[in-house]
């Protein structure tokens, strides 16, 4: 049998960025696999030198449209520990809302927008809006309670502008925080309608053996704190992330791998965090968590759509307990003296571990920074699964092929514009020689 | 535009395309939560790989345009965009004034790749980082870092009506004042683009007690030497003054003139 067969996916869809994959097949056998990701680079790590730390908040904001909370937490707590600066107890509690926002924000727009297209092989959410309008509508009014716990500590959902180093420009009013609780309240009961509507999708099971590496806080479920821990034994600070990670460059993408020194690969995400922390949640979160175990016993990266679901859950829990226990700080942010220094930061973005390090002059101009984003630590796990998947869906229609790959790579819920969008699946079958 | 006298209007068919960006104006469209899904009814989405797997063939009549022009693949991509469109609208920052990335206009980008990534050679980009109007005719801008959903839903609104989009093009200050915020210019000495920048946001960051940083680019007729005077009178370092203007919206010609002057050589 000599036959030479390519397959071409034109874009991978439901993802944030631009991407292709490459597949080449000899007989049944993949010769080649490449996650080619051609999102043009935009040099954030090189303009951002020369600019005031304070600035950063700002400009680290632009690299990813859904998640720019996160990068302004790693960011802004790497240039604090420069500055030496304490937070108030109660700004700190209110990153930890800010936080919570953007999971709740982030995590259902892939969960009814991007993914549950999938389970229900339809091709956007709006077809799943004319399918199932409750789910969705659902969906999208909890997604504005996170967008709106954004707005009310930054101004906007998208590129909030509240942040800044030693806490906020603004601390809300208890009448502001007070509305927003209620609206919570209202809403809570509709986040667990949420996962009960996914664990009734028949979501595919793939478990396998990898490592999870994500924070862990003596007494919270990690999102700014913590150190680096995983699996396999890990246990670090966050500025030592260097001694155990490293970032390669391969030909076909403009985002870098980021591997463990051995050479190995790790996951990082909602999952990941899950199952290393599931002793944090809140208890409803943690009932949650036991209403889908069975799906949770061992890593299986189509098993985030429910992690996610849980931290959704935990995420309402948390921002109301913080809303309740707040009291004003004595300003919205602290004081501070720029200084020279290298400084650290790793925060769970709703992707995953999001390392920062920023070094600065006496003056506190930024002299170097390095960014590492969840889908840089992602890419070589996304590429295995894929590797593993192939053999398998060679058979099928093209159309049936590529919802395949795609469901593979979306379980990463993969933030190409972050790392560096579309995928195009081109599928070359050479025959043996 | 569209439609019989009588019938039902036939759908306005509706691209939405990406280039350098961060997605976050793209997001802006699925946050429009409450009128997402009749918008849905009244507009076919034919093209929008962020939010669908459908992707139907162009010709379309309204497309809007996310991001900037940095690769020369994409610099033959946005023409092809443009065969393919009617009316061709381009949202945000990015895709009209080049972007944050456009701070490499003023860099040497090969530099910049040595910088970030260990084989330079690899990576095929432009030196320059270019609004979409730099290549192709645009019909209409919808500026801001994001763009204000509400000015996305007023253009589509406008698109369906037939009628030309109508938005405010004074400064960020009139926004402020109908807030009665106070003034953090006038009475706390900070360095505020609100008067040069384009109305859209709300007055976000007054609002919040800082300072604008002019993420909507410049309003129409602004005087920003006028204001950079000001802002050395208020004693601002050099280096910070340049990057006053030299930041999201840095490249749009209006302020680049004045970091440029301000700059001299930086």
């Given at each position: 049998m000599s036959e030479r067969r390519t397959i071409e996916i034109a874009t991978l869809a439901r993802v944030e960025g631009e991407g292709a994959l490459h597949l080449t097949v000899e007989g049944d056998r993949v010769i080649d696999l490449r996650l080619e990701i051609?999102?043009?680079?935009?040099f954030f790590e090189a303009f951002l030198r020369g600019r005031a730390a304070s600035e950063l908040a700002d400009l680290v904001a632009r690299i990813c449209g859904i998640c720019p909370v996160a990068y302004q937490m790693s960011t802004l707590h790497a240039v604090e520990s420069i500055f030496q600066i304490t937070l108030h107890p109660s700004v700190r509690a209110l990153r930890r809302l800010y936080y919570c926002g953007e999971w709740i924000e982030s995590h259902l727009l892939h969960m009814y927008f991007l993914a549950a297209p999938d389970y229900l092989g339809l091709d956007d959410g709006i077809a799943v809006a004319r399918s199932h309008p409750g789910e969705v509508e659902r969906g999208l009014r909890l997604r504005k309670l996170g967008n709106r716990i954004i707005s009310l500590l930054g101004g906007r959902p998208v590129n909030p502008v509240g942040a800044c180093i030693g806490g906020f420009s603004r601390t809300p009013t208890r009448a502001e925080l007070g509305e927003l609780a209620e609206q919570i309240v209202r809403a809570r009961g509709e986040a667990e309608a949420a996962l009960r509507f996914f664990a009734s999708l028949p979501v595919p099971s793939r478990p396998q053996a990898i490592e999870l590496v994500s924070l862990r806080h003596p007494s919270e479920y990690?999102?700014?704190?913590g150190r680096i821990v995983s699996s396999t034994g890990l246990d670090i600070e966050a500025a030592e992330f260097a001694t155990a990670f490293s970032e390669h460059q391969v030909p076909h993408s403009t985002a870098l791998h980021c591997r463990r020194m051995d050479g190995g690969r790790y996951l990082v995400g909602p999952l990941a965090r899950l199952l290393q922390n599931s002793d944090r949640l809140s208890p409803a979160a943690l009932a949650a968590r036991e209403s889908v175990a069975a799906r949770l016993s061992s890593p299986d990266p189509y098993a985030s759509v429910f992690a996610r679901a849980i931290e959704v859950i935990y995420a309402f829990d948390e921002a109301l307990r913080v809303i309740r226990a707040f009291e004003p700080p004595p300003a919205p942010a602290a004081e501070f003296t720029p200084r020279a220094g290298v400084g650290h930061g790793a925060t769970e973005a709703p992707r995953g571990l999001l390392y920062v390090r920023v070094e600065t002059d006496d003056r506190g101009y930024v002299s170097a920074i390095r960014i590492v984003p969840p889908t840089a630590q992602n890419q070589d796990c996304i590429e295995a699964d894929l590797r593993e998947l192939a053999p398998g869906v060679l058979a099928l229609p093209h159309e049936e092929a590529r919802r395949a790959c795609e469901m593979a790579i979306r379980n990463y819920d993969p933030c190409i514009s972050c790392s560096t969008h579309f995928l195009t699946l081109e599928i070359e079958r050479r025959s043996p020689a | 535009m569209s439609g019989s006298a009588l019938g039902e209007p036939r759908r306005l068919r509706l691209a939405v395309h990406k280039f350098a960006s961060c997605d976050g104006c793209q997001l802006q469209i699925l946050n429009l939560e409450d009128d997402l899904l009749w918008l849905s009814r009244r507009i076919e989405i034919a093209h929008f790989p962020e939010a669908s797997s459908r992707s139907l063939e162009g010709p379309y009549d309204l497309a809007l345009v996310e991001g900037s022009i940095t690769t020369p693949r994409d610099a033959e991509r946005i023409r092809r965009v443009r065969e393919q469109t009617r009316t061709l609208i381009t949202i945000g920052a990015c895709a009209t004034?080049?972007?944050?990335?456009?701070?490499?206009n003023w860099a040497d980008v090969e530099e910049w790749k040595r910088q970030v990534y260990p084989e330079p050679r690899w990576l095929e980009v432009l030196p320059t980082s270019t609004p979409i109007s730099a290549h192709v005719r645009v019909d209409d801008e919808i500026h801001g870092c994001p763009v204000s959903k509400e000015q996305v839903l007023r253009v589509l609104a406008r698109a369906l009506l037939g009628t030309t989009p109508d938005l405010p093009g004074h400064s960020v200050c009139l926004e402020c004042k109908r807030q009665g915020n106070v003034c953090v210019v006038v009475a706390r000495g900070l360095p505020c683009m609100g008067p040069v920048t384009k109305a859209g946001c709300g007055a976000l960051c007054p609002h919040l007690g800082r300072d604008c940083y002019g993420c909507f680019g410049p309003c129409d007729d602004p005087n920003p030497e006028a204001l950079a005077d000001h802002f050395q009178e208020l004693g601002v370092e050099p280096a910070d003054l340049v990057h006053r203007f030299r930041g999201i919206t840095g490249n749009h010609p209006a302020f680049r003139r004045v970091g440029d002057r301000k700059g001299e050589g930086r």
């Open positions: 051609y999102e043009p680079p935009r990690p999102m700014n704190e | 004034a080049g972007g944050i990335q456009a701070l490499r």
